[in-house]
């Protein structure tokens, strides 16, 4: 593991931890399993450790996209889904902590050619 920031990397690791939480959070409330949320949480990790350029941005839009897109039934059904439009609040904010924080993007700053490196 070769961090070109070891701060960014931090952040990047945590966003994917909690995409981890969140899904257990989500099967245990009867949710069932997604695996999107894993796939993201997956690829926040990998991306997160390697510092694959752009790799934030990506994470990022998914989170964004994610959120926004659930984001009309969060809010018609608030009080049986406050749950979940708190989720996608904090994805919104670890979006943006993925594309705005110079650390983050500091470390995701490797080209494939870096890799193993």
Do not use: H
């Not at 990790?45 to 984001?71: E, F, P, Q, W």
């Not at 996608?88 to 943006?96: N, P």
Request: charged share 10%; glycine share 12%.
């Amino acid at each position: 593991m070769n961090a070109t920031n070891q701060k960014g990397m931090s952040i990047g690791i945590s966003i994917g931890v909690y995409q981890i939480i969140k899904l257990v959070l989500n099967m245990i409330l009867g949710g069932g399993f997604d695996v999107l949320t894993v796939l993201i949480g997956a690829a926040a990790l990998v991306l997160s450790i390697t510092g694959i350029k752009y790799g934030n941005y990506a994470v990022a839009a998914a989170l964004a996209l994610i959120a926004l897109v659930n984001l009309p039934a969060n809010i018609s059904n608030i009080g049986s889904n406050w749950i979940y439009l708190l989720e996608g609040i904090i994805d919104i904010l670890a979006a943006v902590v993925l594309c705005t924080n110079s650390d983050v993007k500091e470390q995701f700053s490797r080209g494939l050619d870096e890799l193993g490196k």
